[in-house]
């Protein structure tokens, strides 16, 4: 018979002398599986579930510093735009976001970095179009996958590109230009900051809409480029626009066009290179933020949501402009589209031009 003792056990079962032995043992079976049940049903019930606490750590996110990589050295657009949007967001979020320089191979040092990192919001990086949408046709062994292995938070900035020259060509618009440069195929120079720069692919762009041959002359870094361009050695330079943006004032260089679908208010006069003779040309850079991949969907809505604020700030907007950036900030979901159509687009140029990394 089973006796159910309440002093001294829960259960306790005892077998008499008039019951068969597989009878007891049936009952003993019974007993076990119904307090195994009880048992992972309490387990179930009250332990925590993912969405609860993922809600939780996003009630208290962030409780300590954010790290910021800038897959470039101090100074550059990368790491200038990086300290405008980190400088606001940290007052926002109440903690302090230092920024992380890890440059190095066209920015895929600092992309391994934060690809190691957790995916918990407390490591973020911002990255051009360079590293993310030009390296993966750049290189055939590159070490990471942009799709894969990020998580795409939200454009920050577009980087409008701006096409000028050197006095000495007659060329004065982009008409004038593509027309010369089939006059003359293979005997205009452009150069760039080095192979696989967003300048060289512009122009290479600018190559295979206009059906020209212009020369790409790379050099190792912005200055040289800037220093053979104002000597009359090479003539033309599709540039971010502050590094050149004095000597079009002082009429070192002629601004002949810019690549965004639109002007921009830095230079309200620049025509845009597609409404100027060469129709549907668009070829700038920007940088966006990105955080490891499998981040919960909640925290990067809610990073990105903080940071689309930053950017309506007005006084962001005059600094990023100064800096001849346009402020961005579209969605998750937008921004990772937009990556993937341009990795087709700029690989279709490496591969077009046939490209290699330096």
């Not at 405008?84 to 320089?101: H, M």
Request: hydrophobic fraction near 40%; charge should be positive.
């Amino acid at each position: 018979m089973i006796n159910i003792n309440g002093k001294n056990n829960l259960f306790s079962i005892r077998k008499t002398s008039n019951r068969s032995p597989a009878l007891f043992k049936f009952v003993t079976l019974q007993i076990r599986t119904i307090l195994s049940c009880i048992f992972y049903f309490l387990v179930f019930v009250c332990a925590p579930s993912p969405a609860f606490a993922q809600t939780q750590n996003l009630t208290t996110y962030p409780s300590k510093p954010i790290r910021l990589i800038v897959p470039f050295p101090a100074g550059g657009g990368n790491d200038v735009v990086a300290r405008v949007i980190a400088q606001k967001l940290s007052e926002r979020l109440g903690q302090p976001i230092v920024i992380d320089n890890k440059a190095g191979a066209n920015g895929i040092v600092g992309l391994q970095a934060l690809i190691a990192s957790p995916a918990d919001g407390y490591t973020l990086a911002v990255a051009s179009a360079g590293p993310i949408a030009v390296n993966p046709s750049l290189y055939e062994k590159l070490p990471y996958d942009p799709i894969k292995d990020l998580s795409s938070i939200t454009n920050l900035v577009s980087l409008p590109l701006l096409l000028v020259t050197h006095p000495s060509l007659p060329s004065k618009n982009i008409k004038d230009l593509i027309a010369l440069a089939k006059t003359k195929p293979g005997q205009l120079y452009f150069c760039s900051p080095g192979a696989g720069n967003s300048g060289h692919l512009a122009g290479e762009l600018f190559n295979s809409m206009a059906d020209v041959k212009l020369v790409h002359v790379p050099y190792k870094g912005q200055g040289p480029a800037l220093t053979d361009l104002l000597s009359g050695q090479v003539q033309m330079l599709f540039s971010s626009i502050p590094p050149v943006l004095p000597y079009v004032h002082s009429g070192q260089l002629n601004a002949l066009a810019i690549g965004n679908a639109k002007r921009i208010p830095t230079l309200p006069e620049t025509p845009t290179i597609s409404e100027s003779g060469l129709p549907g040309y668009e070829a700038y850079s920007w940088v966006g933020l990105f955080g490891p991949a499998n981040m919960p969907k909640e925290l990067v809505h809610k990073i990105n949501k903080e940071v689309i604020e930053v950017l309506k700030l007005k006084e962001v907007g005059e600094r990023l402009s100064k800096e001849g950036a346009l402020p961005v900030g579209d969605s998750p979901e937008e921004f990772s589209l937009y990556v993937k159509k341009e990795i087709l687009k700029w690989g279709a140029v490496v591969k077009s031009a046939n490209i290699k990394a330096d």
